[in-house]
């Protein structure tokens, strides 16, 4: 059984379908101020208009007085207006779907159901219908998508049923629902510095009050060592700081709406850049190794990231002639094959060979390589007498300017009586030596930081004897078998002088004497029999 009620309106009568029953009362000719009238219809149809169709039961008359003509379907004036059926309020109201700039929209009815002509408004507004725009929509069957909306906005919402005009049922209670915020918009914008990235993006049609957050990585991939991940913010650029210097950063950004929780966007790649390139820095330490022909030298990255490549340059003179130069991704370089004491000259920068940039040189210092130790040559005396002897040495590849040190002594160990000689030459020469003396010889080379090396000694060597001197009286004794000579010897000589006979008897006379600071202690003249 349907329920009517009247509607405001003075409305023509139309023909009832057949399939509508009335059970009326049977009343005498003329008005009636009371009676019943109940009608019982099948029909859901009906018309927003008004209009008379299978569903718009018009009824001439008042409640107490119906024509009798209107059962067979005659068209009369209506007396006092006409009826139609109640609708009700959806049961149930929601929001099915939400996207950047719709929101679907479902309900079902409460029972019993409304017509299938009725239609639903639907109002939404994103200031809770205190101001602005009101979007209203129409449907006459659940779900309804309300359109153009604005990216990440609060939307309240609420919706009624209508029928046959101004039939309209209460609104529901308010719902609300938040927009989902839209992908940010990359601008490719970066301020960067040696230890910083600033980024910036587009509101892409967000709300301005939409929040961001923003993503760094070291790597595309966004799985790097050293990634930052940003606070969620109202700003539309951020920066990120404490970076190292000339490395490759990449950066993205997304958003989030206002739902509670609140529904966040994918990630938008903003695009990479590199920072800034910084000098290398000085270390405590920076030859870490320094010998004859080879030196490695240190510095510190200063901040520059991983990859960065460091040119370090040597020199001998100044830099306009550089020998060799090291490109490394480490913080150290070797150099090799250089000449034994020679004072090099380093200085280095911090490059990147993808972008062609490069840093200002550090300026690392100088060293100067220690000397060789000079070698042996095939013939080390080149000249000995009785007095004086010259030695040679090889210089072993020192530079022209090492200081060689030369030393002589007759005592075994060079314990004592040292006679030592410099000299930037390969031989050393020694006069007023005693003859018939054994000398021992050694040398050694000094570097520019005035570094000895360990001495190379050398084989030994005699001086020559002097020829013994005559005397005024040669033959002291002479006998038929035996003969008796004497000489002088000289000054500071020590020797032994043999005299044969023909007959091969050998006589052995010797000088013996004791050597002092004014001469001779004694002479003495001694005769060797066989």
């Keep these: 059984m349907a329920e009517w009620r009247s509607v405001h309106a003075l409305i023509l009568s139309a023909s009832l379908p057949l399939c509508l029953f009335l059970t009326l009362p049977i009343y005498g000719a003329g008005p009636k101020s009371s009676g019943n009238i109940v009608i019982t219809d099948d029909l859901q149809g009906g018309s927003a208009a008004g209009k008379s169709t299978s569903g718009a039961i018009e009824v001439t008359g008042g409640l107490g007085q119906l024509s009798d003509s209107l059962i067979s379907g005659g068209a009369y004036a209506a007396e006092s207006g006409f009826?139609?059926?109640?609708?009700?309020?959806?049961?149930?109201?929601?929001f099915q779907s939400i996207s950047t700039d719709a929101a679907t929209i479902n309900w079902t009815d409460a029972s019993p159901a409304n017509p299938t002509a009725a239609?639903?408004?639907?109002?939404?507004?994103?200031?809770?219908?205190?101001?602005?725009?009101?979007f209203t929509?129409?449907?006459?069957?659940?779900?309804?998508?309300?359109?153009?909306?604005?990216?990440?906005?609060?939307?309240?919402?609420?919706?009624?049923?209508?029928?046959?005009?101004?039939?309209?049922?209460?609104?529901?209670?308010?719902?609300?629902?938040?927009?989902?915020?839209?992908?940010?918009?990359?601008?490719?914008?970066?301020?960067?510095?040696?230890?910083?990235?600033?980024?910036?993006?587009?509101?892409?049609?967000?709300?301005?009050?939409?929040?961001?957050r923003a993503k760094l990585s070291t790597a595309p991939t966004f799985d790097g060592l050293d990634d930052k991940l940003g606070s969620w913010g109202?700003?539309?650029?951020?920066?990120?700081?404490a970076l190292s210097a000339n490395a490759t950063y990449y950066t993205q950004v997304k958003a989030r709406n206002y739902a509670v929780p609140p529904v966040e966007t994918g990630?938008?790649?903003?695009?990479?850049?590199?920072?800034?390139?910084?000098?290398?820095?000085?270390?405590?330490?920076?030859?870490?190794?320094?010998?004859?022909?080879?030196?490695?030298?240190?510095?510190?990255?200063?901040?520059?990231?991983?990859?960065?490549?460091?040119?370090?340059?040597?020199?001998s003179t100044n830099f306009s002639n550089v020998i060799f130069t090291s490109a490394t991704v480490l913080t150290n370089a070797g150099f090799d094959s250089l000449v034994p004491n020679v004072t090099y000259y380093l200085q280095v920068r911090a490059t990147n060979p993808g972008v062609g940039s490069f840093s200002n040189y550090l300026n690392?210092?100088?060293?100067?390589?220690?000397?060789?130790?000079?070698?042996?040559?095939?013939?080390?005396?080149?000249?000995?007498?009785?007095?004086?002897?010259?030695?040679?040495?090889?210089?072993?590849?020192?530079?022209?300017?090492?200081?060689?040190?030369?030393?002589?002594?007759?005592?075994?160990?060079?314990a004592s009586n040292i006679i030592s000689s410099q000299t930037l030459l390969n031989n050393a020469s020694y006069t007023s030596l005693i003859p018939n003396?054994?000398?021992?010889?050694?040398?050694?080379?000094?570097?520019?930081?005035?570094?000895?090396?360990?001495?190379?000694?050398?084989a030994s060597t005699v001086t020559l004897a002097n020829p013994p001197l005559t005397m005024a009286s040669t033959y002291t004794a002479v006998a038929v078998s035996s003969l008796t000579f004497q000489w002088m010897e000289r000054q500071f000589q020590s020797a032994k002088h043999c005299?044969?006979?023909?007959?091969?008897?050998?006589?052995?006379?010797?000088?013996?004497?004791?050597?002092?600071?004014?001469?001779?202690?004694?002479?003495?003249?001694y005769q060797f029999n066989p």
């Design 437 to 458: 003396t054994t000398y021992f010889t050694r040398v050694k080379a000094r570097n520019h930081a005035g570094t000895d090396t360990d001495p190379l000694v050398m």
């Design 499 to 525: 005299l044969h006979r023909g007959d091969f008897q050998r006589y052995r006379p010797c000088l013996k004497y004791h050597l002092k600071p004014d001469g001779f202690d004694q002479c003495g003249l």
């Design 119 to 134: 239609r639903y408004i639907i109002d939404m507004s994103s200031t809770n219908f205190t101001l602005g725009e009101i």
């Design 364 to 414: 690392l210092g100088s060293t100067v390589t220690p000397a060789a130790i000079p070698l042996t040559m095939v013939s080390t005396y080149t000249a000995v007498a009785a007095d004086s002897l010259a030695f040679q040495w090889n210089t072993n590849g020192n530079s022209n300017e090492t200081l060689f040190i030369a030393d002589i002594s007759s005592v075994v160990g060079f």
């Design 234 to 241: 109202i700003f539309t650029s951020t920066g990120f700081r």
């Design 267 to 315: 990630w938008v790649t903003l695009g990479s850049t590199i920072t800034k390139i910084v000098p290398p820095a000085s270390m405590v330490t920076t030859f870490t190794a320094v010998n004859i022909s080879s030196l490695t030298a240190q510095w510190d990255a200063n901040g520059n990231g991983e990859g960065t490549v460091f040119e370090a340059q040597i020199t």
């Design 83 to 94: 009826y139609s059926k109640i609708v009700s309020t959806p049961s149930t109201f929601g």
């Design 137 to 212: 929509n129409n449907g006459f069957a659940s779900p309804v998508t309300v359109k153009n909306l604005t990216p990440n906005t609060t939307y309240w919402a609420h919706i009624q049923a209508a029928y046959l005009g101004s039939d309209n049922s209460p609104y529901t209670d308010l719902i609300t629902t938040a927009t989902l915020a839209t992908l940010p918009s990359a601008t490719n914008y970066f301020f960067v510095s040696e230890s910083s990235i600033t980024i910036k993006w587009g509101l892409n049609g967000n709300n301005p009050l939409t929040e961001y």
